[in-house]
Nanobody, 124 residues
Framework: QEQLVESGGGSVQAGGSLTLSCTLG????????MAWFRQAPGNEREGVAVINRSSGSAVYADSVKGRFTISMGNNHRTATLQMTNVKPEDTAMYYCAKSSLLFSSLSPRDYTIWGQGTQVTVSS
């Protein structure tokens, strides 16, 4: 059964930090990349960061470069998104997704397995 379990959302003041985690279910075969996306009300879902499960190489959206860091746990099953210096415009529902493609992508169209989402709210 495909499964992604997210945790760590909440409310934080601008300039603060928050950490999100996403853990794979039992079926990890052909899961080469994990990614975080976000969607604010009225907006399209956008890619935030993607990471290669094996190598740890990552790609970030321009809007979060230098502020967010994605990393894999030692067991290669948990992808963590460390959010620092958060801004009110970071407020959104954050979703984790996994991909069996062999290239990194920040396009939601390239992902078919999604977590349930976790809300992040940044107040000014």
């Amino acid at each position: 059964q495909e499964q992604l379990v997210e945790s760590g959302g909440g409310s934080v003041q601008a300039g603060g930090s928050l950490t999100l985690s996403c853990t794979l279910g039992p079926n990890t075969l052909r899961t080469y990349y994990m990614a975080w996306f976000r969607q604010a009300p009225g907006n399209e879902r956008e890619g935030v960061a993607v990471i290669n499960r094996s190598s740890g190489s990552a790609v970030y959206a321009d809007s979060v470069k230098g502020r967010f860091t994605i990393s894999m746990g030692n067991n290669h099953r948990t992808a963590t998104l460390q959010m620092t210096n958060v801004k009110p415009e970071d407020t959104a529902m954050y979703y984790c997704a996994k991909s069996s493609l062999l290239f990194s992508s920040l396009s939601p169209r390239d992902y078919t397995i999604w977590g349930q989402g976790t809300q992040v709210t940044v107040s000014s």
